[in-house]
C-alpha cells in the first residue's frame, strides 16, 4: 500500500478509534502526501471523518492482517467494532461466524446485509474473499447509515472495499505464510477425560447401582495395558500455508490493481484437507478524457472443502473421540477399524464416507462516469456476480455403513447456480456557496438473484471406484428448483454543510419487492441526521481539541430476507423418489398482504480526538422493530396449513464506547491501548395476535416483555445429603406415586424428574449483556508487537457435553475425571447424585454461563526497510513476523464459550443456545514475510 492509501485509512481508523499502530509511514521510501483529507466509506458515497453524521465502525486492512488468513472475514471481525457481536460458530477453517449488530433483530435469524464493492452479496460471498484483497469493512448501524438501502438494512450493514490501485510507481508485494493449528486443551476448557484406569476403575465402581457386569483384575489388566488417547488418533495438528502477489499503480489517467492468491489449512481432523481457496482480482480506471472515466473491478474466487458430519452421533468425529474408550484399541484383531462402544469406526468413515464441496464465485463490475461540472457528474454501474456451488457425498461400497445399510455403496451429488445483477444509475452533485456546501445523490437501482438447483442420488455401484451417478445402478431421490427475486430502488441521498460545524444528512429511498404480494410490494424508508463540529466553534478555545462532535439520527429501514420467494403465493415441487414420480402439495398458502419487517432506529452519538493521542466516540441508540414476518399455523383453512404473517414488537436499545489512546507517541517508542464495550438490552413488546409466549426448541422461550429467548428447564436442587437422590424444584402441589415433596428454604422439591417441572429461567438468555475487544500495540523504530483480546459476558448455554461426560447411566462411553466424585455416604455434599441406571438428567445444572475472555491475537514482526537493504537490492522492505491465534482462553465454561451452536446439520436452535460436538477452535501459530519492491 503506497503512502496515500496508508494515511488515508490510518486517518479514518484513528479518528474512530479503530486502528492498529500500523500506520506509521515514517520509513516509508515513497514522498510524504502533503494536506490529505481523511476520506471514509458511508455507504454508496464517501465523506471527510469530519462531514459524517452516522454510527459507523471501520476495520481496516492493516487489522486484518493481524490475524491468519484463512479465518472467515465475519470470524475476523471478533471484539473490533462496538455494538457488533461476532461469534465463531464452527472452528472449521474458512467457516463463517455469527454476526448480530445493536442486539436481537428478529425471529427468523437473518443477519446483516453484505455489499462488496456495491453489489449485493452474501455471507457466503463474504467469507469467500481473500482477506488480503480487502481494504476495509465499514459497519453501518444507525438510520442515517442504514436507511440508504432501505429494504434489507434493518440488521444493519457491512459494507466491503476491496484494494484498488494508487498514482504512483508500479509497487510490487509478494507475502507467504506458513503455519500450524492445534485443539484448545480440554484443561484449558475446565475438563479432562479419563484414562483406561480411571475409566475401568470408575466402571467397575458404578457397576451394581447401574446394572452392569464389572470387569475382571485380569480384564482390567489387560485393558488398562491398552490405554490411549482417541483425540490424538482422530485429530492431527493442521498445516497452513498462504502465498499473495500485489501490483498496483497508475498515472494521472489509469489506476490498476491485481492480484493472485492462494491459502491452504488441512484443519486439524485426520485424513481431510478443511480447505484450499485461489483467488485473483483485477481492478482498472482509466481517465478517458477530462469528462469521462471508466473503470472494471473483476475477481474470482475457488475454493474447495472436506468436511466432516456434524451430527449428534457417532459419525461426528468429535463426538466420537469424547465417547469411544481410551482402553479400546483402533484396529481389531483382524486389522478393521474398531466401531467400539461408540458403536462406530468414525475414522474408516473419515477416509471411505467422503463429503467436498468445490464452489467457484466469479464477479464482474463495470461502470462509466460523465462529468458535466465540477460539482455534477453520472455515473452508470453495472454489478455481476455468478456462483457455481457444488457438493459430493460418496458412501464407498463395503465401508461400515454401507454395510449396515445394505446400499453396495451410494453418491449424492448437488450443483447450485447463483446470479447476481445489479444496476446502479446516479446523479452526484457536489457544489460549495460560499461557507454552504451541498450534496446530493439520486440513483435508480435494479437487481435481481436467480438460483438453479439439482441435487441427485443414486445406489448400487456397478463399478467399484467409479463414483459418478452413471456408475449407479438405482437412481434413488432427484430434485430441482430455481427461483428468482427482482428488487427495484429510487433513492435521494442529500447533505447540507455550513463552514463544517453545522451538518444536516436525509435519504428517502422507495423499494419494490417480488418477495411481498401485490397489496404491498413497495415500501419507503428513510432517515435524517445531524451534527454539529463543537470543536470548529470560535468559542472553543482549547488549542488541542482537533474534534468534538455531537451527531443524531433518526429513521426506518426494513427487511424482506425473513421469507422464501413465492410464499405470496400458493406453489407446488415434483420430485422423485425411488422409481416414482412425486407431487409435493404445499403446506403453505400465499398471502397478499405481507410486507416489510420495519425498524424505527434513534441513535445520539459524540465523537471526540485531543491531541491526536486520545480519541473516541459514545453512542446511545433504541431500535423499535415490528412487522416481523412469521410462519403461523392458519385455523381456518382444512388440515395443516400455514401462512407467513406480519406480527410482533421488540425494543434494542445500549451504549457504545470506543477509545483508544497513544499512551507513548515519540520519533522511535509508540505504544497505544485501545478497546472497545457494549451493553445492550432487548425486550419483546408483542408476539402474534393473541400470543404471549411461545417455546422455541427444547431449551428457549420467547415472551412479551422479556429478553427473547430465555431459557426453560426443569431447575436442580442439588443433592438430597441422606441418600443421595437429586432433587428438582417443583410447582405442584400432588405427588405423584414413590415420588417425595420436601420444603426447604429456597422452594418445594422432589425426588422425581419430570417435565412437567419445567421452569422460565427469564433472566438467563444466549445472548450476552455486555461484550467487545481490546487491545495494545507497542512499536519500537522498526519492530512492533500487535495483541488483541476479546470478551463477552452475561450470556448461557445448555452444555449438552458436560452432561455426557457426566451421565453414569451410559457408562459404556468415556466420561471426565470428575465424574467420580458422586455421593456414597449419607452427609456427603456437593456431589453428584448417587449413580443409578436413569442416570443424569438435563436440568439448568447444565445451564452454564459462556463469559469469556479470550486472547484473540498476537503478532510480532520487524521491518528491514530500505536503509538496511541499501540501494543494490531492489527490495523496498522486507518484513518477518510470527502471529498466533487464540492464544489463552479465559472462562469457567466446561467447553468452548464461543463454539455453541450444536449439531451443525440441521440445528435450527438459537444460535450460542447449546454446545454439541462442533468443530472446536484452535490455536495457530503462522510464520511469514512480507516483500515490497
Known amino acids: 500500500m503506497n503512502v496515500k492509501l496508508s494515511v488515508l485509512s490510518a486517518g479514518v481508523l484513528f479518528f474512530l478509534g479503530q486502528t492498529a499502530y500500523a500506520q506509521k509511514t515514517k520509513s516509508d521510501t515513497l514522498p510524504k502526501e502533503k494536506n490529505i483529507e481523511e476520506v471514509v466509506v458511508t455507504g454508496y458515497r464517501t465523506k471527510k471523518a469530519d462531514e459524517i453524521t452516522q454510527a459507523q465502525s471501520v476495520i481496516g486492512s492493516e487489522e486484518l492482517k493481524q490475524q491468519s488468513n484463512t479465518l472467515s472475514l465475519t470470524n475476523m471481525l471478533q471484539g473490533k467494532a462496538p455494538g457488533v457481536f461476532a461469534q465463531t460458530l464452527s472452528g472449521q477453517p474458512g467457516s463463517s461466524g455469527s454476526i448480530t449488530i445493536r442486539g436481537f433483530s428478529n425471529f427468523s435469524n437473518t443477519g446483516a446485509l453484505v455489499v462488496i464493492d456495491g453489489q449485493y452479496s452474501t455471507f457466503a460471498q463474504l467469507n469467500a474473499l481473500n482477506p488480503s484483497d480487502v481494504e476495509s469493512q465499514v459497519i453501518l448501524k444507525d438510520a442515517a447509515a442504514t436507511a440508504q438501502y432501505g429494504s434489507r438494512a434493518s440488521a444493519g450493514v457491512i459494507v466491503v472495499t476491496t484494494k484498488r490501485g494508487a498514482k504512483g510507481k508500479t509497487n510490487y508485494s509478494f507475502e507467504s505464510r506458513f503455519g500450524t493449528s492445534w485443539k484448545v486443551s480440554d484443561k484449558e476448557m475446565n475438563f479432562q477425560m479419563m484414562d483406561a484406569g480411571q475409566k475401568l476403575a470408575y466402571e467397575n465402581a458404578i457397576a451394581p447401582l447401574v446394572g452392569n457386569t464389572p470387569w475382571t483384575d485380569a480384564e482390567v489388566a489387560t485393558l488398562t495395558a491398552q490405554n490411549h488417547d482417541w483425540q490424538k488418533d482422530v485429530l492431527k495438528n493442521s498445516t497452513e500455508e498462504s502465498y499473495f502477489f500485489t501490483a498496483n499503480g497508475g498515472t494521472d489517467k489509469s489506476l490498476f490493481y491485481y492480484s493472485l492468491g492462494y491459502d491452504s489449512n488441512s484443519g486439524i481432523i485426520q485424513y481431510l484437507n478443511a480447505l484450499k481457496r485461489y483467488s485473483a482480482r483485477f481492478n482498472f480506471e482509466n481517465q478517458l478524457s477530462d469528462k469521462i472515466r471508466i473503470g472494471i473491478n473483476t475477481s474470482l474466487q475457488y475454493q474447495q472443502t472436506q468436511n466432516q458430519r456434524d451430527l449428534n452421533n457417532a459419525q461426528n468425529p468429535f463426538r466420537f473421540m469424547y465417547s469411544a474408550n481410551p482402553y479400546e484399541a483402533v484396529f481389531l484383531p483382524d486389522g478393521s477399524y474398531n466401531p ?83 444496476a446502479n444509475q446516479r446523479l452526484d452533485f457536489d457544489k460549495k456557496f460560499g461557507l454552504h456546501k451541498v450534496s446530493a445523490t439520486a440513483f435508480f437501482e435494479y437487481s435481481t438473484e436467480d438460483t438453479n438447483t439439482m441435487t441427485a442420488t443414486g445406489r448400487n455401484y456397478r463399478t467399484p471406484g467409479l ?117 409435493v402439495v404445499p403446506t403453505t398458502i400465499g398471502s397478499r398482504q405481507l410486507e416489510w419487517e420495519k425498524v424505527k432506529i434513534t441513535n445520539v452519538g459524540l465523537d471526540f480526538n485531543y491531541l491526536d493521542r486520545f480519541r473516541g466516540s459514545v453512542e446511545y441508540f433504541i431500535n423499535k422493530r415490528s412487522d416481523f414476518l412469521q410462519l403461523i399455523p392458519n385455523a381456518t383453512v382444512q388440515g395443516s396449513y400455514t401462512a407467513y404473517s406480519n406480527a410482533g414488537e421488540l425494543e434494542n436499545k445500549g451504549i457504545e464506547v470506543d477509545l483508544s489512546a497513544d499512551i507513548i507517541r515519540k ?137 455426557n461426560r457426566l451421565d453414569p447411566s451410559q457408562f459404556n462411553s468415556n466420561k471426565s475425571v470428575d465424574a467420580v466424585n458422586y455421593w456414597r455416604n449419607p452427609g456427603d455434599t456437593n456431589v453428584l447424585p448417587a449413580p443409578n441406571p436413569d442416570g443424569i438428567w438435563m436440568t439448568d445444572y447444565f445451564l452454564q454461563k459462556t463469559d469469556y475472555i479470550r486472547f484473540r491475537s498476537l503478532n510480532v514482526g520487524y521491518t528491514f526497510d530500505k536503509n538496511f537493504l541499501g540501494e543494490k537490492i531492489p527490495l523496498n522492505s522486507i518484513r518477518v513476523y510470527a502471529q498466533a491465534q487464540n492464544l489463552v482462553l479465559w472462562t469457567k465454561f466446561q467447553g468452548d464459550p464461543e463454539v455453541a451452536i450444536g449439531s451443525g446439520e440441521g440445528n435450527t436452535d438459537v444460535p450460542g443456545s447449546y454446545t454439541l460436538y462442533t468443530y472446536p477452535t484452535q490455536k495457530t501459530v503462522t510464520f511469514g514475510v512480507e516483500l515490497q519492491f
Not at 431447575?715 to 405423584?736: H, I, S
Open 467 to 583: 463414483d459418478i451417478l452413471s456408475n449407479m445402478v438405482t437412481p434413488f431421490a432427484t430434485a430441482g428448483g430455481r427461483t428468482q427475486t427482482r428488487r427495484t430502488a429510487l433513492a435521494l441521498l442529500a447533505d447540507y454543510n455550513y463552514d463544517s460545524r453545522y451538518l444536516v444528512s436525509g435519504s428517502i429511498r422507495r423499494d419494490g419487492s417480488s418477495r411481498f404480494g401485490l397489496d404491498n410490494q413497495y415500501g419507503v424508508f428513510w432517515s435524517a441526521s445531524a451534527a454539529w463540529n463543537i470543536a470548529k466553534e470560535s468559542f472553543i478555545d482549547i488549542p488541542n481539541l482537533r474534534a468534538l462532535k455531537l451527531r443524531g439520527s433518526y429513521g426506518i429501514a426494513g427487511n424482506d430476507a425473513a421469507i422464501p420467494d413465492y410464499v405470496n403465493q400458493p406453489y407446488v415441487g415434483f420430485g422423485l423418489y425411488g422409481p416414482s414420480a412425486t407431487t
Open 340 to 422: 467400539t462402544s461408540a458403536g462406530f469406526p468414525v475414522l474408516e468413515a473419515l477416509q471411505r464416507n467422503r463429503s467436498n464441496n468445490s464452489n467457484l464465485r466469479i464477479n464482474a463490475n463495470i461502470f462509466g462516469e460523465y462529468k458535466f461540472t465540477n460539482w455534477l457528474k453520472f455515473r452508470s454501474s453495472l454489478f455481476n456476480t455468478f456462483a457455481q456451488l457444488k457438493s459430493k457425498s460418496i458412501l464407498e461400497p463395503g465401508s461400515y455403513l454401507d454395510v449396515i445399510l445394505g446400499l453396495n455403496g451410494q453418491v449424492s451429488q448437488g450443483n447450485n447456480d447463483l446470479y447476481y445483477l445489479t
Open 667 to 803: 520519533q522511535d517508542w509508540n505504544i497505544q491501548l485501545r478497546g472497545n464495550y457494549s451493553n445492550i438490552k432487548n425486550k419483546i413488546l408483542a408476539l402474534r395476535q393473541g400470543e404471549t409466549s411461545r417455546n422455541v426448541g427444547n431449551n428457549n422461550k420467547l415472551e412479551v416483555g422479556e429478553i427473547p429467548y430465555y431459557f426453560r428447564m426443569v431447575r436442580y436442587a442439588g443433592v438430597n445429603p441422606n441418600n443421595g437422590e437429586a432433587l428438582y424444584f417443583t410447582n405442584r402441589t400432588t405427588a405423584n406415586a414413590g415420588e417425595t415433596f420436601y420444603d426447604l428454604p429456597e422452594g418445594r422439591v422432589t425426588n422425581f424428574y419430570s417435565t412437567a417441572d419445567i421452569q422460565d429461567i427469564k433472566d438467563k438468555s444466549p445472548y450476552p449483556k455486555f461484550f467487545g475487544g481490546f487491545g495494545a500495540t507497542f512499536a519500537y523504530k522498526n519492530f512492533s508487537i500487535v495483541a488483541d483480546f476479546t470478551y463477552k459476558f452475561g450470556g448461557y448455554a445448555v452444555n449438552n457435553e458436560a452432561l
